[in-house]
């Protein structure tokens, strides 16, 4: 499932079938997701949602 999210930079798609983990950063409302790409590597991303909010996210689609 694919959600749009914010970063830095504005709106990204992230895949949601492939992210492992995610959590809040610590004393922010910033999420950082961890999830592994099509060439099997891990990468983290930051993005402004709330941990909440994803879940939101997740729940209405």
């Given at each position: ?20 983990h ?21 990468v ?18």
């Open positions: 499932m694919w959600l749009k999210l914010h970063d830095n930079n504005g709106s990204i798609f992230i895949n949601m079938d492939n992210v492992m995610f959590q809040r950063v610590e004393g922010q409302r910033r999420t950082t997701l961890t999830f592994v790409t099509n060439s099997g590597s891990c983290t991303h930051q993005v402004q949602e709330s941990p909440d909010e994803i879940m939101e996210m997740l729940w209405e689609e």
